[in-house]
């Protein structure tokens, strides 16, 4: 796993990060830099991910950022804290991310949750070795392929207790599982496809 907090009070951007960071910053007013604090935030997650395996902001990283921006550390801990997409403990390899709210609810979240803990995933534990975060989270916005999951950059949509399965064996095994819908649904086009504007090139 990715060791204690004080293993990283000295994080520093790596150079192509730093130029990123910089890249940011320069979209606010002077003045407004602490304005910049979520996507830093996002850019230092990723960063510990490539560095550790483990998307996850230690408080030192954490106090990084808001030092780079002027910001209080309470107020950039503020930010981390409200925000589900900032992880403020290690997860897994694979953060599994249900949505439970009422569309996909209602479409079998309960299957897809019942295939991940038949798989051993836990809610808000690290299981399988460090491979998979199980946590139920609010509407990520793609109802209308419900029910689905993110699992770390991708969505995974149309799911049901079989598809969920094979994803997380295809994850088990090294494989990269396809993304999108599972029933070979374009975006959001009807089941069976386009009813509309069939024509369009
Ligand atoms: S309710 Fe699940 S994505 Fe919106």
Redo the contacts with the bound molecule.
């Keep these: 796993m990715s060791g204690t907090v004080t293993e990283f009070a000295d994080f520093r951007w790596t150079e192509a990060n730093r130029q990123e960071a910089e890249r940011i910053i320069g979209r606010y007013p002077k003045g407004r830099e602490a304005s910049a604090i979520m996507p830093l935030l996002w850019l230092a997650q990723y960063q510990m991910s490539a560095q550790t395996g483990v998307a996850w902001l230690p408080l030192p990283v954490i106090e990084f950022v808001a030092a780079q921006i002027g910001m209080p550390k309470i107020r950039a801990l503020e930010v981390a804290s409200f925000y589900t997409m900032y992880n403020l403990a290690p997860v897994g390899r694979f953060h599994v991310q249900v949505?439970g709210?009422?569309?996909?609810m209602l479409r079998g979240s309960d299957d897809v949750l019942r295939a991940c803990a038949d798989k051993g995933l836990k809610k808000g534990d690290v299981t399988n070795g460090g491979l998979f975060t199980l946590t139920e989270v609010e509407?990520?916005?793609?109802?209308a392929n419900?029910?689905?999951v993110q699992i770390n950059d991708d969505n995974y949509e149309d799911l049901t207790y079989e598809s969920m399965t094979a994803i997380l064996d295809a994850l088990i095994a090294g494989k990269t599982p396809k993304a999108g819908s599972q029933i070979g649904r374009t975006a959001s086009c009807p089941e069976g496809g386009p009813t509309t504007l069939k024509d369009v090139a």
Excluded at 101 to 104: E, G, L, N, V
């Design positions: 949505c709210t009422t569309p996909c509407c990520l916005g793609a109802c419900a029910p689905m």
